[in-house]
């Protein structure tokens, strides 16, 4: 069956940075365009960056842009986030998830396969 999972979550102090991995199993890894969605308690899943299946473009939400770098590795059959310049407000589980179509990246619905997400914990 198909898995993602993440990993590299963790507490950092603001400024700080983080790495995250969702490594995948189960599927053709390098047929699906690859997402990071946040979701903050009480709020509503949000769309971070996604990274075509080539790694040939990328799409970030704007207040991410320039602090967050998404990258993959089909070799691996890994994606990863890199998290620089972290802000109290990126506080959220992360999750990765597959998408086969590039056509509405930006919503959770658009996804064929999720993980369990991480928790990323930024203090003040």
């Known amino acids: 069956q198909v898995q993602l999972v993440e990993s590299g979550g963790g507490l950092v102090q603001a400024g700080g940075s983080l790495r995250l991995s969702c490594a995948a199993s189960?599927?053709?890894?390098?047929?699906?365009?690859m997402g990071w969605f946040r979701q903050a308690p009480g709020k509503e899943r949000e769309f971070v960056t996604a990274?075509?299946?080539?790694?040939?473009?990328?799409v970030y939400v704007d207040s991410v842009k320039g602090r967050f770098t998404i990258s993959r590795d089909n070799a691996k059959n890994t994606v990863y986030l890199q998290m620089n310049s972290l802000k109290p407000e990126d506080t959220a589980v992360y999750y990765c998830?597959?998408?086969?179509?590039?056509?509405?990246?930006?919503?959770?619905?658009?996804?064929?396969?999720w993980g369990q997400g991480t928790q990323v914990t930024v203090s003040s």
């Open positions: 998830a597959a998408d086969s179509s590039w056509s509405s990246l930006t919503r959770a619905t658009s996804y064929n396969y």
């Open positions: 990274i075509r299946r080539s790694g040939g473009g990328t």
């Open positions: 189960g599927l053709t890894f390098s047929t699906y365009h």
